[in-house]
């Protein structure tokens, strides 16, 4: 029974964090940030951030910072096949994850992975449209038994790799290294209340924007697609926070490793 779909083309429509790969390599021209006017009276206007960084070098030293982190969480919402996905991870390094995931028409799973268990719930929809083609009576009975309820696997199961492969943050962050191209520098602005850069990328059929942390570490903050073949968008936050691995309760969980 195909009931892996859903997890198998999440890591697939990470390709939207692609087009935040592209300018890692090479020059280009960037157009400064904007600073505000003022006069000879006044004092000079204070050093835009990162003003000695060019667009890929911008985009090439917040990649690096990113993969330095322990963890982060992932929120957003991509076109996967002309449907419409949402996701929200928590994972790290330590090869833990917690989050959901979502496809119009096709359901929705949670996951919790720890560095011993894999629990993963999916919804009515999920399954339904996970057994497309197998015999009803089939379907029926693997929705009776597993619909929103918690389904244990040991982590390094293939039943939980199945699933768990969308909580590869390595993965994950190799799709910003992917391409090549040139970024360029624009405005600074906010991203959920912080200071941030604006790099514009060439993205698969369409341009795409890469804010960058402009205080602190600098961070990648949010990935922005609005044209193209897969529109969408992505932000990243929680750095460096600890994964929520709590398990479900027993009695909301259906151990696998025990079913015939």
């Not at 833990?96 to 929705?108: D, F, I, K, Y």
């Not at 999916?122 to 339904?128: C, H, L, M, S």
């Not at 029926?140 to 199961?157: G, H, I, Q, T, Y």
Request: charged share 25%.
């Amino acid at each position: 029974m195909r009931t892996t779909t859903l997890a198998a083309t999440a890591l697939a429509s990470a390709a939207l964090l692609g087009l935040t790969a592209c300018g890692t390599s090479g020059s280009g021209s960037d157009s400064g940030s904007s600073s505000a006017s003022g006069s000879a009276a006044k004092p000079a206007a204070q050093k835009a951030p990162y003003a000695d960084l060019s667009g890929p070098q911008l985009l090439e030293k917040s990649l690096a910072a990113t993969r330095k982190a322990t963890s982060m969480t992932v929120k957003g919402s991509v076109t996967e096949d002309k449907k419409p996905m949402t996701m929200e991870l928590s994972l790290s390094t330590g090869d833990e994850c917690r989050g959901s995931m979502a496809t119009a028409g096709e359901g929705r799973f949670e996951l919790i992975k720890s560095k011993k268990n894999a629990y993963v719930k999916a919804d009515e929809a999920f399954y339904r449209a996970a057994g497309k083609g197998e015999p009803k009576e089939q379907t029926d009975a693997v929705v009776k038994m597993l619909a929103d309820r918690w389904m244990k696997s040991p982590a390094d199961s293939p039943d939980a790799k199945d699933f768990t492969g969308i909580c590869d943050l390595d993965e994950l962050l190799k799709e910003f290294e992917d391409n090549s191209g040139t970024a360029h520098k624009g405005a600074v602005t906010t991203v959920d209340g912080q200071q941030a850069v604006a790099l514009t990328v060439p993205a698969d059929g369409g341009t795409g924007t890469v804010y960058v942390a402009a205080k602190g570490e600098p961070f990648l903050l949010k990935a922005v697609q609005k044209d193209g073949d897969d529109p969408g968008e992505m932000t990243f936050s929680d750095f460096n926070r600890p994964v929520d691995t709590t398990p479900p309760a027993d009695k909301d969980v259906v151990d696998l490793s025990k079913l015939g």
